[in-house]
């Protein structure tokens, strides 16, 4: 058994894409808390509304929203998990350590910001699976067949808040888990493949690829 794995990153470093591949060869219950947002906005649920505004503006949605619906996430696992975009709040961070009969380990993909602004311009991902596309992929999703579109809070303005968040916000709750020895930091800067490499070798397991 690997553990339940929280994957943490700033926008854009492919938390979403190595997260996706490493929970579905370890069998773990997978949960983007970004993308769960996204499609409740599209689907204008109550927390859709709620969380529009600060989607929107490309700033974090408050731990009162966060906290209750990923604690009812994580209880309705069988299995082990990974979570992609949470904790992103020192409070996040230590709310799921009390919550939680064991301590998650925690992956941080490492990227630096020129790559990031890089990345972020011109990506797209599934409205139905939520996957991010890869270079070359066009108009609809290689895996579901959904159609491919720009993410909203991808524009340049937006993307800039999420950053100065990430670094205000999230590394606070990466001090947490660097303190407790609990955190494994992974430079992102490579071709997917070699760092999904990098990130089982930080999860020390073996799988075949
Ligand atoms: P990115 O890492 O590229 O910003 P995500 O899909 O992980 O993309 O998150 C998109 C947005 O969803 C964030 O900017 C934030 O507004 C909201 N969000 C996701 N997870 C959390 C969380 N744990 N706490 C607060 N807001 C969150």
Known sequence: MSGSIVFLGPPASGKGTQGRRLAEDLGLAYLSTGALLRREVRDGSSLGG????????GEYVPDEVMVPMVLEWVSR?????LLDGFPRTLRQAMVLDDELDVE?????LEVGEAELRRRVSGRLE???CHRVAKAG????????????VPREDDSVESFENRLAEYQ?????????????????????????????????KAVAVDVVI
């Open 126 to 128: 599934c409205v139905d």
């Open 168 to 200: 205000r916000l999230v590394l606070p709750a990466i001090d947490y888990y660097r303190e407790r020895e609990r955190a494994v930091l992974v430079d992102g800067l490579a071709p997917p493949d070699v760092v999904y490499d990098r990130v089982l």
């Open 77 to 81: 696992q069988a299995s082990d998990w």
């Open 104 to 108: 998650v380990r925690a992956i941080i």
């Open 137 to 148: 992929e066009k108009e609809l999703c290689v895996a579901c067949g959904g159609r491919l």
């Open 50 to 57: 709620r969380a529009k505004t600060y989607l929107d503006s």
